[in-house]
């Protein structure tokens, strides 16, 4: 069980990092991180009251949690100011 997309806009950068690490060592090394690009479901993001932002924004937002889940993932100490995510 579990998710085709990550959407970015969905979910806080570090947890993410985090959770995925865990899934990884659970799985024995099974678990695939992939994202199809900036897709999205107009009725997903209405149900949970956030703004579908144009897909240039989106690949943005996408392009910075990766940056911040690739540290995290690499055990750096880190501190980040994006300009896609919202503070």
């Known amino acids: 069980m579990g998710t085709l997309v990550l959407d970015a806009d969905f979910r806080n950068p570090a947890i993410l990092a985090k959770s995925t690490a865990t899934i ?49 993932w690499a055990d750096e100490v880190t501190t980040f100011r994006g300009r896609a995510l919202p503070p």
């Open 24 to 72: 990884e060592i659970l799985s024995g090394g099974r678990f695939d991180v992939r994202h199809r690009g900036p897709d999205g479901r107009p009725e997903d993001y209405r149900a949970a009251g956030i703004e579908m932002l144009p897909p240039r924004v989106r690949i943005e937002r996408l392009a910075e949690v990766m940056e911040i889940v690739t540290r995290i």
